[in-house]
């Protein structure tokens, strides 16, 4: 999916839900993108989200639940009230090179997902303004 430069402006719930693998979204802005902006399930993988504008979704900026390798990189992500980026049940996520500011925590990483660039992730990525650190 490549937007062009195009907006989503207002959701219901989710502004992009994949299911499928190797899907691509990329350059597409999203405002008030309602629960959240994109959405990655199992049984996606190879997943790319790069160059997207999020901001001001209800909880989330961008979440992966139970997806594989997938690649998170060069996304503004702002006005999150509490995750600007979420990992829950994922494996394999790259998560490089966005700008996450003004949200709850940047960055959360649950128990039971990965992240292969976890000791570089603060370096890899720019954090201002969130409410609870900058990464969890």
Same mark, same amino acid.
């Given at each position: 999916?490549?937007?062009?430069? &195009?907006?989503? @402006?207002?959701?219901? &719930?989710?502004?992009?839900? #994949?299911?499928? $693998?190797? !899907?691509? !979204?990329?350059? %597409? ?10 959405? #990655?399930?199992? $049984?996606?993988?190879? !997943?790319?989200? =790069? ?12 979440? %992966? ?5 997938? @690649? ?8 999150? $009230?509490?995750?600007?980026?979420? %990992? /829950?049940?994922?494996? #394999?996520?790259?998560? =490089?090179? /966005?700008?996450?500011? /003004?949200?709850?925590? +940047?960055?959360? !990483?649950? &128990? /039971? ?7 570089? %992730? $603060? +370096? @890899? ?12």
């Amino acid at each position: 999916i490549d937007g062009n430069g &195009k907006t989503i @402006d207002g959701a219901n &719930k989710y502004a992009i839900d #994949i299911y499928a $693998p190797s !899907v691509k !979204v990329k350059n %597409l802005t999203i405002t008030n993108g309602g629960y959240l902006g994109i959405r #990655i399930n199992d $049984p996606a993988e190879n !997943v790319i989200i =790069t160059g997207n504008t999020i901001s001001d979704p209800d909880k989330y900026g961008i979440e %992966l639940t139970g997806e594989s390798n997938a @690649d998170i990189n060069g996304n503004e992500i702002s006005g999150s $009230p509490e995750y600007g980026i979420f %990992l /829950n049940n994922s494996s #394999i996520a790259t998560i =490089t090179n /966005n700008t996450i500011n /003004n949200s709850g925590i +940047a960055i959360f !990483v649950a &128990k /039971n997902a990965s992240i292969d660039n976890i000791d570089d %992730l $603060p +370096a @890899d990525n720019t954090f201002s303004d969130n409410e609870e650190g900058n990464c969890d």
